[in-house]
């Protein structure tokens, strides 16, 4: 990756984050924390990462995305407007009466959006089945699920890891999103699940543990993905990340998991969001 491309990615990861407090101060509710912690993944995901055509969001060969951590779909609508299947003032209509953009991403609704996610631990099996699909109707797509630490407890998640890596997906790229955090605290005294890493390695899974917010490293894991088709492995991106990452009141902060800014929280994070622009175009 060259140092233009990276800092290309790096202002469009502040511009998904704009759009998350966008979403989430104009709904006065939502999950901002788990969005902005992901900001990077999902940038790197719409604008490098899958084949997709705004154009054309139901394409039978695009590659598909499952957001497994529903909550978080301030973060998937911001990059989907980015890439350009909705207009981005649309992002502040989040969860407003008649919107399209609800708290939880709808397929039936929102462009772009290829599963219908919010009860934790469901979406992965959903992948896991659009993976197995494409490999029966030999139609070549990968697919993409984003999960959270917290949502690992559920007993669901291992299942569907299971059947991946029985029936050979290595179409399949899980994405574990490890911010430390969830609703009621730590995830660590919440429910411990580490070590993640020899836990889907025993479910044979390939694992690749990255830090979330380099777009370097992100690069790389997808190249490792890349480099499984064939060898029947579906691959595991552990990414250490910061709850509330870019915004300093909400960075590391549990109570950041679902509770919108207020006008002057709006105000200074997007004060902050803008001086990281401006410094990287210094």
Request: overall charge negative.
């Amino acid at each position: 990756m060259t140092p233009e491309e990276k800092k290309e990615l790096q202002l469009a990861a502040i511009e998904v984050r704009e759009g998350i407090l966008t979403s989430t101060h104009g709904a006065k509710s939502g999950h901002p924390g788990g969005s902005l912690s992901a900001a990077e993944m999902f940038t790197y995901l719409y604008l490098k990462e899958m084949n997709v055509d705004p154009a054309n969001p139901r394409d039978e060969h695009r590659d598909r995305f499952v957001l497994s951590k529903g909550h978080t779909a301030p973060g998937l609508y911001s990059a989907l407007a980015l890439r350009g299947f909705f207009p981005k003032e649309d992002l502040a209509t989040l969860r407003h009466v008649g919107s399209y953009l609800q708290g939880h991403p709808n397929m039936n609704t929102v462009p772009g959006v290829d599963m219908s996610t919010g009860s934790l631990g469901q979406g992965i099996s959903a992948a896991a089945g659009m993976a197995k699909g494409a490999k029966l109707t030999n139609n070549d797509v990968r697919v993409y699920t984003l999960l959270g630490d917290g949502e690992i407890a559920e007993g669901q998640v291992w299942e569907a890891t299971m059947f991946a890596a029985h029936y050979k997906l290595d179409n399949l790229c899980l994405i574990v999103d490890v911010n430390g955090l969830q609703i009621d605290g730590r995830t660590a005294d919440v429910m411990n699940s580490e070590p993640l890493d020899s836990k889907f390695e025993a479910f044979g899974c390939d694992v690749v543990k990255i830090a979330g917010d380099d777009f370097g490293q992100i690069e790389s894991a997808f190249a490792r993905f890349h480099e499984n088709k064939g060898t029947g492995r579906p691959t595991v991106i552990i990414m250490a990340t910061t709850k509330g990452k870019g915004v300093s009141y909400m960075e590391d902060q549990a109570g950041w998991h679902g509770k919108a800014p207020n006008d002057d929280e709006y105000k200074q994070g997007m004060a902050e969001l803008a001086e990281a622009r401006a410094q990287l175009e210094a």
